[in-house]
């Protein structure tokens, strides 16, 4: 008797390498009471990502995650669809190059790289051209089904408060997190916060993490490309310690994505999606009115 399963069978994952660099080195400096001390800075360096033998793009990296950032990188510019098209992903800091093989190669290549539009982005700023076109079959899960209450919303903002991070002891990078409830399932410092999605996005592929019921938080402001790499993984609430400009304003209500800046401590503004907010106001402070006698 033989039994049939209607499950698919997982993805086929790419071979990876696991060459994570040192993201600081330490500096000789000298400050304002003229003494002469060590500090950390981050150590960001080149990494330039080839895809099948073919030059495709420079990044500015930290390099914790050269291998899942080139898979998530290749994922939000819609380069690959799946990831078991992707046979192998090599990392060598020799030459700061990261290669990636597929298994057949990658349909219209010229065409799809040909059109970029400069961005905003930190270390890394080029989106190409048809993912806005890409954007029209992103379709997030509805209110009813992807919420976060107030209560949340301040349990992971403490969880981001934690002192154990790059920029506590190097500052000058963003960092971003995925989380599941209170649970940080990944957390990237890169010098760029387009960098830190796109790790987050390849370390979601190799584990088939799915977006829908998990909230993202990142330090860096709410661009259009931001909120579009979002969406690419299927994220539908999102968290910032920045601000948010009037293309990622309008990108987010268009997608019908929640999206939250200026968060930090008890204080956040909800800019789109209050559909999924459960609020629980806090009462405002009295003014205090100070009498000159």
Not at 79 to 97: F, M, P
Not at 136 to 163: F, G, H, Y
Request: glycine share 8%; hydrophobic share 40%.
């Amino acid at each position: 008797m033989s039994i049939h399963s209607n499950t698919p069978p997982p993805p086929k994952l790419p071979l990876l390498t696991r060459t994570g660099s040192t993201p600081t080195r330490e500096i000789e400096v000298l400050d304002q009471h003229g003494e002469r001390r060590m500090i950390h800075i981050p150590d960001e360096r080149p990494l330039t990502l080839y895809v099948d033998r073919r030059e495709l793009v420079t990044l500015m990296t930290l390099g914790a995650e050269p291998e899942l950032l080139a898979l998530g990188y290749l994922r939000n510019q819609r380069l690959v669809s799946r990831v078991d098209e992707v046979l192998s992903i090599t990392a060598d800091w020799d030459v700061n190059a990261v290669a990636v093989r597929t298994r057949a190669g990658i349909d219209d290549f010229e065409r799809k790289t040909a059109s970029r539009v400069v961005t905003t982005g930190c270390g890394q700023g080029t989106v190409f051209g048809d993912m806005m076109d890409g954007l029209r079959s992103v379709q997030l899960p509805d209110a009813a089904s992807a919420r976060i209450s107030q209560t949340l919303l301040r349990e992971i903002l403490e969880v981001m408060r934690a002192p154990d991070s790059i920029h506590h002891k190097a500052g000058s990078v963003h960092g971003c997190a995925l989380f599941r409830g209170t649970e940080k399932l990944m957390f990237v410092e890169d010098v760029g916060r387009h960098n830190a999605i796109d790790t987050i996005a390849g370390w979601m592929w190799m584990h088939n993490v799915h977006g829908a019921d998990k909230v993202f938080y990142t330090t860096g402001r709410l661009t259009s490309e931001m909120v579009m790499k979002a969406a690419q993984i299927g994220i539908p609430i999102v968290v910032s310690r920045n601000g948010v400009t009037a293309m990622g304003h309008e990108m987010a209500e268009r997608l019908g994505m929640t999206l939250f800046g200026r968060a930090a401590n008890r204080h956040f503004i909800c800019y789109t999606g209050f559909e999924r907010f459960d609020s629980e106001p806090e009462p405002q402070r009295a003014a205090v009115r100070v009498v000159a006698g």
